[in-house]
């Protein structure tokens, strides 16, 4: 191999791992950066309860950037993402989630939103829970219409326990 071949061999292998190295930063700042959005998103990814003397169960809950309270939790044993909000009635599971956790539709209902009148289907949860606050036996309606991941924690859930807001806050209570 002669001296100018051997040289444009180094070249290619150098741009080459150049464009390696790039590659890899790229995917590492990709992977850091998502994990910051998802941290802005759901700030309580991992929650923690803590136990009064009396037998209270408390969680507190950090608002998202967006004002909203976002929080990892858990329906009967499956990991999934809720949004609490006391405007719900019930808890709103989008078809894709009750897919994959296993939820059966039941009776179709009639349900009221702010898109309009749209139909979502009755289905019973045997377990739900924030932290070590567990409630059983709550109803849901499967919603059909609800283009997310997340799961609405509505009032069939947070009217069995207390709340509390306190500036970016929200403090979630069970007594036993």
């Not at 999934?80 to 009776?107: C, E, H, S, Y």
Request: no cysteine; aromatic share 8%; charged share 15%.
């Amino acid at each position: 191999m002669s001296q100018q071949q051997e040289h444009s061999e180094q070249k290619r292998m150098g741009t080459v791992m150049q464009i390696l190295a790039w590659v890899v930063f790229l995917a590492l700042g990709v992977f850091y950066f998502s994990d910051v959005l998802e941290e802005q998103y759901n700030p309580n990814r991992q929650v923690q309860t803590q136990y009064a003397q009396d037998g209270v169960r408390e969680v507190v809950l950090q608002r998202n950037k967006f004002g909203h309270y976002v929080t990892s939790g858990e329906i009967n044993g499956q990991s999934v993402t809720f949004m609490l909000d006391t405007g719900a009635t019930g808890v709103a599971v989008p078809d894709a989630v009750a897919q994959r956790i296993g939820l059966k539709r039941g009776r179709a209902f009639p349900t009221q939103t702010a898109n309009g009148v749209s139909t979502s289907y009755a289905a019973r949860l045997d377990q739900v829970g924030v932290g070590d606050i567990v409630l059983e036996n709550v109803s849901a309606g499967i919603t059909p219409g609800l283009q997310t991941e997340q799961v609405l924690l509505g009032m069939s859930f947070l009217k069995h326990i207390e709340f509390t807001q306190r500036g970016n806050i929200l403090i979630l209570r069970q007594y036993r």
